[in-house]
């Protein structure tokens, strides 16, 4: 008889709950029963076990294998559970000391020949791990990823036959530690945009404020241009935010690239794209678009083509900055703190106002495409941009004297880091007490945000947003109070002719 106990981690959203492997070997029959949830992938370990410890040289014991994956109610799945169990087994038949594996927990799937490896998620582990002061260890593949987080006591090996001997004192194994990474993503330059002064002056503020964006115009006129001019034009992300937004790639479908750590992410979903994708999901919750682009950029063009449900989804995000995504057996919440920006045409020909007069769609076809985009969701949207189809001489007028993309990033940041300084956030993320802080109006500035509520018919949370975007506006200027000019400036920013939307 052997009874063993070996600490490995889950995966549950973002987060990586602890789950214990217990493993009792006793007489009768030889034969392997596991309970605790396990999903086919963790059930089909057993064989992989069997074959990889064979294998590797070491013997399979003769017994009754017993093993239990505690709390017995949280869902098991994936291959990550292969090298704990092994280690289990090899603990319980005295192969391996068990007192070595205390402070230590496992992660790593087996090949049959007892290398191993890579897993997904082991970024949110890594950090759970240093928070509860265990060492982790993990397979060589995911050395880079887990060396990300800095004061972790993680290591990594090759081979089941390798962590073995590191537990039985006869082999090293080396730290994970991170490696220099050469980040040669170069971003689209802003100067490649010629004219178009107006929302050119709109993405700045929105970069400088991290206000969400849309663009609606006539196509062709440089609208999915300017969005991907976006990223940069934004500040570098913070270790913390690179590492939040690597935590929600490591648990993806897709994983996590090292060459993408610390790069803004900008996520540009096809207009076909189904609410699950949009928001995650899956029997197994997953991280949908509005979670990869955390910290990041989610571009939506053609806004109306998506569907309505799809697009009412993000109401909820834009506003908590997460996602709950429930199922029957789990519930799992995902960050979603990004900004939005979206372009759309007038109507489904793309033509309805153009001087051009070509526009075929009837009144009625017209109204049920804009009815697409709900009023509730436009409400959440600080700026909206008329983008005007330039003159034809913009073709031959040269590049000289546009800006670059490095000269408005220096302004952005200079606003962010002021933004920062006075309430720890931006702009766009005040709350209603730094908002009656931190942008008070009076005067002038105070009649004209009370006649362009009265006019435009503009919500309380709409005219909240005005402030913010002025507040955004005083920062680029350096100012310490609103102005009238600052606050007519967002109200301009705010409204989109009835020609181009309803709202």
């Not at 920006?341 to 001087?355: F, I, K, R, Y």
């Amino acid at each position: 008889m052997g009874l063993s106990l070996v600490h490995s981690r889950g995966c549950t959203g973002v987060e990586a709950p602890l789950i214990s492997v217990e493993v009792h070997l006793s007489g009768g029959l030889p034969s392997m029963h596991m309970v605790g949830l396990p999903e086919t992938a963790v059930r089909e370990s057993k064989d992989r076990v069997r074959a990889a410890m064979i294998n590797s040289g070491f013997k399979w014991p003769q017994s009754r294998i017993t093993i239990s994956l505690a709390p017995a109610d949280l869902p098991k799945e994936g291959g990550g559970l292969d090298l704990p169990i092994a280690l289990g087994i090899l603990a319980a038949s005295k192969q391996v000391p068990v007192v070595t594996l205390e402070n230590c927990e496992f992660l790593g799937e087996l090949s049959l020949n007892g290398e191993l490896r890579s897993v997904r998620g082991v970024l949110p582990a890594a950090i759970q791990s240093r928070e509860h002061g265990r060492t982790l260890i993990i397979p060589a593949a995911n050395a880079a990823e887990a060396g990300l987080v800095r004061d972790g006591n993680t290591y990594h090996g090759a081979s089941l036959l390798a962590i073995a001997g590191w537990l039985c004192g006869r082999e090293e194994l080396s730290r994970c530690e991170s490696l220099p990474i050469k980040q040669a993503v170069s971003q689209p330059d802003l100067a490649d945009v010629i004219g178009l002064p107006g929302p050119k002056r709109a993405l700045e503020i929105a970069a400088a404020g991290c206000h969400h964006l849309l663009f609606a115009g006539p196509p062709g006129t440089g609208k999915t241009l300017l969005a991907s001019r976006l990223p940069g034009i934004l500040p570098p992300m913070t270790e913390q935010e690179a590492l939040e937004s690597a935590v929600v790639s490591s648990i993806s479908r897709a994983g996590f690239d090292l060459a993408h750590w610390g790069i803004r992410p900008f996520r540009a979903p096809h207009h076909s794209a189904t609410s699950a994708a949009l928001a995650g999901g899956g029997s197994r919750p997953k991280p949908g678009e509005i979670s990869l682009a955390h910290n990041g950029v989610l571009f939506l063009d053609e806004l109306p083509e998506f569907g309505r449900h799809t697009l009412e989804i993000l109401r909820e995000p834009l506003e908590s900055g997460r996602i709950v995504i429930s199922r029957a057996i789990m519930q799992s919440t995902f960050p979603a703190r990004f900004q939005l920006v979206t372009a759309m045409n007038p109507c489904p020909c793309g033509l309805s106002g153009d001087e051009s007069g070509r526009c075929c769609c009837s009144a009625e076809q017209i109204q049920r495409y804009r009815n697409r985009v709900s009023g509730p969701l436009l409400d959440r949207v600080d700026i909206q941009v008329e983008v005007l189809r330039p003159e034809t001489s913009i073709l031959t007028t040269p590049h000289e004297g546009t800006e670059a993309s490095a000269d408005v990033r220096q302004r952005v940041i200079e606003a962010r880091n002021v933004q920062h300084e006075r309430a720890g956030k931006t702009n766009a993320l005040m709350g209603n007490d730094e908002l009656t802080r931190f942008c008070k109006i009076d005067g002038a500035a105070l009649h004209l945000l009370e006649d362009a509520a009265k006019q435009l018919y503009l919500s309380p949370r709409a005219c909240h947003r005005v402030l913010k975007v002025a507040r955004t506006i005083a920062d680029l200027d350096r100012a310490t109070d609103i102005t009238a000019d600052h606050l007519a400036e967002a109200i301009t920013l705010r409204r989109i002719p009835s020609s181009i939307l309803v709202v």
